[in-house]
């Protein structure tokens, strides 16, 4: 049981360029989320997934699109990466989105953009 | 606007110290609050949680303090040890998405 796991770890990438960074979990978990964390911001909503094949909205989603095509992945994609999104990057699934919502985080993936 | 807040960006404890934990929020409507803890180059991972309906809940060495009146949570840590050197996020959530504090990085001193 891997839990949550996220690919790559580590990107650099140039202003301008594009990429995907792949969530995926094990626990047969209906939401999934994903967020950035910069210094003295904390971890900030970017996008989530109420299930397969729905996505939505966070707190800061300008730039990033998502997908869910499979319940157990979730990808965060960025079209024309700026030095702005340098970040880490992380992942979190939830078996539901009521009482407590415990959700459960990936490892992160640290993004620079130069 | 930052409805947890979290004004401590770090703390040191000496090790087998209590270590005491703030968090702030301003939303009345939050029907739970969260602690997670996050090491360096990992994810944070989930330590505790309390209803806002009770005003402590307990877990081996770590308490969280609920007092809704003041909007105030409190985790501490009894006895510190060097292992719970990380940051801290206070959480609630909202809406079905959570909110997350900017964090407290606890230090424990050998």
């Known amino acids: 049981n891997a839990g949550v796991t996220q690919t790559p770890k580590f990107r650099v990438l140039k202003t301008g360029q594009s990429m995907t960074l792949l969530c995926a979990q094990d626990?047969?978990?209906?939401?999934m989320y994903w967020y950035r964390q910069d210094p003295g911001m904390g971890l900030r909503l970017i996008h989530y997934?109420?299930?397969?094949?729905?996505?939505a909205k966070g707190e800061v989603p300008d730039g990033y699109n998502v997908s869910r095509l499979k319940k157990q992945n979730f990808l965060l994609g960025l079209e024309s990466a700026a030095p702005s999104q340098t970040s880490v990057y992380f992942c979190?699934?939830?078996?539901?989105?009521?009482?407590?919502?415990?959700?459960?985080f990936g490892p992160g993936t640290r993004l620079t953009v130069l | 606007d930052q409805q947890v807040k979290q004004n401590s960006p770090s703390l040191s404890v000496q090790e087998g110290r209590i270590s005491i934990l703030n968090c702030d929020y301003t939303?009345?409507?939050?029907?739970?609050f969260l602690w997670y803890k996050k090491y360096p180059a990992e994810g944070p991972t989930f330590l505790i949680s309390?209803?806002?309906?009770?005003d402590k809940n307990e877990d081996g060495r770590f308490t969280v303090f609920l007092n809704k009146s003041a909007k105030h949570l409190s985790l501490h840590i009894v006895p510190s040890q060097p292992g719970d050197s990380a940051v801290y996020f206070c959480?609630?959530?909202?809406?079905?998405?959570?909110?997350f504090g900017t964090g407290t990085r606890l230090t424990i001193i050998p």
């Open positions: 309390i209803s806002s309906i009770k």
């Open positions: 997934s109420v299930g397969e094949g729905t996505t």
């Open positions: 959480a609630a959530p909202v809406n079905g998405e959570l909110t």
């Open positions: 979190a699934s939830s078996q539901t989105s009521g009482g407590a919502n415990e959700q459960f």
């Open positions: 939303n009345s409507m939050f029907d739970y």
């Open positions: 626990m047969n978990h209906e939401y």
